[in-house]
């Protein structure tokens, strides 16, 4: 009688073993507190997505510098704050993070740009230092969120759900030069007082 399905070698019903040559993994909803890197780090060689979202992780994720395909890092709603420290991970071009413990912009998105210097796309929604109307922040709060932004990023195509456009580009690196040239001229005045 044939089963359809191909031979199975002796010893291999009921492995429990990890699947390996995973693109993609996901460890959403699983409660966890810290990062499972050993199911994670047996899928070096191929893993191109990851997704640890829906759990309660704050630590730092140093081992994933080992997953040199990564292009997708998706971290939404953990415990995550802007002292995040991120392996320097070349490979990723998408980080979402959104619903964490983020609130010092200058601090994560000085990281984020250190950290991945060929991110196209970050998604940080509903985060203290990412106002909007979906957290208390005004239009001019928002705006002037994503300027900064994108003004610290530029290798940027989308951030948070909205393509960045060349004029607004343009825009953020006009007011976020003044911003620096008049606190380099406050700075002046003030040493030679």
Known sequence: METGGPPVAPGQLGQTGPVLGLRSLSFAY???????????????????????????????PALLVELEKL???????????????????????????????????PIFVEEIRTKFPNIK???????????????????????DYRQYVISQIPTLKILDDTEVLGKERAQAKKTYRMQRTREGSKRKKELHR
């Open 30 to 60: 699983q409660g966890l507190l810290e990062i499972p890197y050993e199911t994670i780090l047996a899928q070096q060689d191929t893993l191109e997505v990851l997704d640890l979202s829906y759990n309660l992780l704050e630590e730092s």
């Open 71 to 105: 292009s997708t890092l998706i971290l939404d709603c953990n415990s995550y704050s802007s002292h995040v420290k991120f392996p320097y991970m070349p490979s990723v071009t998408t980080v979402c993070i959104n619903k964490n413990k983020i609130s010092n912009l």
């Open 121 to 143: 796309i970050l998604s940080m929604m509903n985060n203290e230092a990412a106002p909007s109307y979906f957290n208390g922040g005004s239009l001019t709060q928002y705006i």
